[in-house]
């Protein structure tokens, strides 16, 4: 079975500063994707970044980036420049084609950016 | 563009009452899900469906059922509703078959009480 781990429930980080969320998982899988959604108060989920378990290169996305270690089962999302719009929960997820493509999703972290 | 479209947005229902939440999807996607969400257990699957006629069970299927109407309508039906599935619950659709890896396109939410 695939699992999803966040080990940080809340967060909190100053405009304009930088901060790290914290993914980790477990799959036997080789083939997968990992992804990072993000949920403001509006409860709409949207695509954050999308990193594909075969690529070397981290995924980047504008202020966006992530820290993928393949051995080590980790997936971390940096945040440049957090800006007030960033404030919302974030959620880590897993999806392989041997899995039936059904999504894991890990509990979330909730991130807080303090004007 | 609407996107993904649920409705209704809250409701309330007494135990025992039967309801159908309603998803349609204006991008041609190919692939719907039902999600719940509850608090600090992120995001678990309760069904998808791969393509027009096709459903599949996910992660907690039990008191639930689906019906996957056409390609642009995935309903989810509550046949007698219980306290447990008091919930917030999401609709999602992507792009891909059952094995691409597309990212996912959420709605609003539903935020479902059973009293």
């Known amino acids: 079975a695939q699992t999803v781990t966040q080990s940080q429930p809340e967060m909190s980080v100053q405009e304009a500063e930088t901060v790290t969320l914290s993914c980790t998982y477990d799959?036997?899988?080789?083939?997968?994707?990992l992804f990072w959604y993000k949920q403001p108060p509006s409860r709409q989920m949207i695509l954050v970044i999308r990193?594909?378990?075969?690529?070397?290169q981290n995924a980047t996305e504008n202020r966006f980036s992530v820290n993928f270690q393949k051995a080590a089962k980790s997936f971390s999302l940096k945040i440049s420049d957090s800006q007030l719009g960033d404030t919302a929960m974030y959620f880590c997820?897993?999806?392989?084609?041997?899995?039936?493509?059904?999504?894991?999703f890990g509990t979330g972290t909730s991130l807080t950016v303090i004007p | 563009n609407a996107g993904v479209t649920q409705t209704p947005k809250f409701q309330v229902l007494k135990t025992g009452q039967s309801m159908t939440l309603q998803c349609a999807q204006d991008?041609?996607?190919?692939?719907m899900y039902w999600y719940r969400q509850d608090p600090g257990m992120g995001l678990r699957l309760i069904y998808y469906?791969?393509?027009?006629?096709?459903?599949d069970k996910g992660e907690v299927p039990n008191g639930y059922n689906v019906s996957r109407l056409n390609k642009r309508e995935f309903s989810l039906r509550l046949e007698s509703a219980a306290p447990s599935q008091t919930s917030v619950y999401f609709c999602?659709?992507?792009?891909?078959?059952?094995?691409?890896?597309?990212?996912?396109?959420f709605g609003d939410g539903t935020r479902l009480s059973i009293l």
């Open positions: 999602a659709s992507t792009l891909g078959d059952l094995y691409s890896n597309q990212p996912q396109h």
């Open positions: 799959t036997s899988e080789s083939n997968y994707y």
């Open positions: 990193q594909e378990a075969y690529k070397q």
């Open positions: 997820a897993f999806i392989s084609p041997n899995t039936g493509n059904q999504f894991y």
């Open positions: 991008m041609n996607h190919n692939s």
């Open positions: 469906s791969a393509s027009e006629g096709t459903t």
